[in-house]
């Protein structure tokens, strides 16, 4: 899709959200499996992807690949919630919010009650964190050489 100013004011806040929420379950998850990784290989990520020069069709090249590949997936979905807004003194806590919920697997209440936030305030603050993360996973996509697919979900696609 073509970057335009306009898709962006289009963005259905509460569908993106949910489509982040299921691809931070299910696909991170996915891709943790696929690379041999596990949630706690996470905690320091390097800044500089590892990957191999070669393309070979050779079988071994090509599970080599996947591997390399979903592992950078992984490094990329990281980075891009460490690099969420966290501004204490505005009440920002998107990279708190990402980090214990698909990090550190903590449940909705726990999360909130860490944050000491009403369950309607929680709630809108964890949309604006995974909406935040649909457009910062974009970029950290592209720095690690890997393709994540689009995760918003504009609200001109609802009437198709």
Not at 15 to 31: D, I, N, P, R
Not at 137 to 149: L, N, S
Request: net charge negative; hydrophobic share 35%.
């Amino acid at each position: 899709m073509e970057f335009n100013e306009l898709e962006e004011l289009d963005i259905d806040r509460v569908k993106t959200a949910e489509k982040v929420s299921s691809f931070l379950t299910k696909t991170f998850v996915h891709y943790l499996d696929k690379a041999g990784m596990h949630k706690t290989d996470l905690s320091s990520p390097q800044l500089d992807p590892t990957g191999v020069s070669s393309h070979g069709g050779n079988s071994a090249e090509s599970k080599m690949m996947l591997i390399l590949d979903c592992e950078n997936k992984c490094m990329a979905i990281i980075k891009a919630i460490d690099n969420c807004r966290e501004n204490i003194n505005r009440g920002v806590r998107n990279k708190t919010i990402l980090h214990g919920l698909y990090i550190q697997d903590l449940e909705n209440w726990q999360v909130q009650d860490r944050l000491q936030l009403s369950e309607t305030a929680y709630y809108n603050k964890k949309q604006d964190a995974l909406c935040e993360f649909a457009d910062r996973i974009e970029v950290w996509a592209y720095r690690f050489g890997t393709r994540i697919p689009d995760l918003h979900v504009y609200k001109k696609e609802e009437t198709n």
